[in-house]
C-alpha cells in the first residue's frame, strides 16, 4: 500500500492498485521510485508534483518531481518519478566556504545544520528536516568546500568514505541519518554470514561486470598559486603499466585562512595544513577512478533462507562467491530495487561499484 501525503507531511490519501511500482534505494545516494497507474480524476489530483510517497514497511520517503500520461498498450496510465526525501538538500548551496578537520560525519552533519536546519539566514530552513542523534562514526578528515550543492557534496563525501546516508520518515517526521553498514562476509564470525549465489539457492540471475578502463591510482594535485609557485601534491602508487595517472585541478581550495591578523589581512593556512587539503581532494578524485567491479542480482523471494530487510540490508558487506567464474567477492550492498508487476513482486541488488553511466561519466568530468 502505497501512502500519499503534503510536502508538510499532511496525509491526502492512498493509492490501492498500480500496475508497476520500482522502488529504488541506494546506500552513498538518493533513492528514487516511478510509479504507473490507471488515469482517473482522483490519481491525478493525488500524484501532484511536490506531494510524497511512503510505505509503512519502508522508512524511505520519495517526493514526486515528475509526472507524465502514456497510452502503451492502448491503455491509459498516468507515470510518475520521484526522488528520495535526501534530494531536498539539492535546494540548497554552502553559503561559504567550510574548512573542515574533524570526523566525515561531522562535516556532514555541520553542512545539513546550517544549511537546511538552522541556517542564518531564517528563509533557508526548510523545518520538515531534521538529524538524528550524532553516532560518533570515525574517519578524520581535512577538508575545504566552497559554494557547492549541498547534496552533491554530501553524496561525494559518502562515496569517498563509504558512509551510508538515508532519510528515516514515520509518515509524521523526517530525520536525515548516517550510518555504516554491517560486515556480514564470510571474513568475520560477528555476525551472520550472509552468501549469495546460484548454487545455494538464493540468486535466480546474475550479471558480473569488471573494468577498469578509467582506473587511476596516482595524482598530481595543483592547488593555489600560479606557474612555479603553485602549491602542489601528489599521491603515488605503482610503476611502469601499473601507474596511471590523474592531473587534479584544485585551484578552488584558497591557502588563506578565514581568520585575519591584526592589519586586516587574510592569515596564510599552514603549509602541511594546506597540503592536507589537496591530498584529501586527490583522493577524492581518485575515488571516481576506481575499478568497477559489480555484481547486480535477482534474490528469489521465495527462499527463507536470506531475505532482504531481514538478514541483511542496504549497505551490508556481503559474500558472493561464483563457481562457475572462479570469483569470490566480499563487496557492499550499494543498491537495490524492489519491482512490483501485476505478475508478482521481483528484488534486484547490486554488489560493489558499477561502470558509471554516460551522465555520471560527465559529472565526473566537470567536477
Not at 578537520?101 to 528536516?129: G, Y
Not at 528469489?300 to 567464474?325: A, C, M, Q, S, Y
Not at 561502470?355 to 561519466?361: D, G
Request: hydrophobic share 35%; with cysteine.
Amino acid at each position: 500500500m502505497l501512502y500519499v501525503c503534503d510536502e508538510n507531511f499532511n496525509r491526502l490519501g492512498m493509492v490501492g492498485s498500480f500496475s508497476y511500482l520500482l522502488w529504488r534505494k541506494k546506500y552513498s545516494s538518493a533513492g528514487e521510485a516511478e510509479l504507473h497507474v490507471d488515469v482517473t480524476m482522483k490519481n491525478i489530483d493525488l500524484l501532484k508534483k511536490g506531494n510524497i510517497l511512503f510505505r509503512q514497511d519502508d522508512n524511505e520517503a520519495m517526493y514526486i518531481y515528475y509526472r507524465g500520461f502514456s497510452d502503451d498498450n492502448g491503455v491509459d496510465q498516468l507515470v510518475v518519478k520521484c526522488s528520495s526525501l535526501l534530494k531536498w538538500m539539492d535546494r540548497r548551496i554552502l553559503w561559504g566556504t567550510y574548512n573542515f578537520s574533524e570526523t566525515v560525519e561531522s562535516a556532514i552533519r555541520q553542512m545539513i545544520n546550517e544549511n537546511l536546519i538552522n541556517p542564518s539566514v531564517a528563509a533557508r530552513k526548510i523545518p520538515q528536516v531534521q538529524l538524528t542523534a550524532l553516532k560518533n562514526i570515525t574517519g578524520p578528515i581535512t577538508k575545504q568546500i566552497s559554494y557547492d550543492e549541498v547534496y552533491s557534496s554530501i553524496e561525494d563525501l559518502c562515496n569517498t568514505y563509504d558512509l551510508g546516508i538515508r532519510c528515516i520518515f514515520d509518515g509524521r517526521s523526517l530525520k536525515y541519518d548516517l550510518y555504516e553498514g554491517t560486515d556480514r562476509t564470510i571474513n568475520q564470525i560477528e555476525n551472520p554470514q550472509i552468501i549469495l549465489s546460484k548454487s545455494r539457492g538464493n540468486l535466480l540471475k546474475r550479471t558480473y561486470e569488471d573494468a577498469d578502463n578509467d582506473f587511476k591510482n596516482t595524482a598530481l594535485i595543483a592547488g593555489a598559486g600560479e606557474g612555479t609557485a603553485r602549491k602542489t601534491a601528489t599521491i603515488e602508487s605503482g610503476t611502469g603499466l601499473s601507474r596511471r595517472e590523474l592531473f587534479v585541478d584544485a585551484r578552488e581550495l584558497s591557502d588563506k585562512a578565514d581568520e585575519q591578523d591584526e592589519d586586516g589581512n587574510a592569515i596564510d593556512i599552514p603549509d602541511a595544513q594546506y597540503r592536507q587539503l589537496l591530498l584529501n581532494k586527490g583522493t577524492g578524485k581518485l575515488a571516481e577512478y576506481v575499478e568497477f567491479i559489480s555484481f547486480d542480482c535477482e534474490l528469489d523471494v521465495t527462499k527463507e533462507n536470506t531475505k532482504l530487510n531481514r538478514d541483511f540490508f542496504l549497505g551490508d558487506l556481503l559474500t558472493i562467491p561464483d563457481e562457475r567464474l572462479n570469483i569470490l567477492m566480499n563487496s557492499r550492498l550499494l543498491e537495490h530495487d524492489e519491482v512490483y508487476q501485476k505478475d508478482g513482486k521481483s528484488i534486484f541488488v547490486k554488489v560493489g561499484k558499477s561502470v558509471p553511466t554516460l551522465p555520471q561519466a560527465l559529472k565526473r568530468m566537470v567536477k
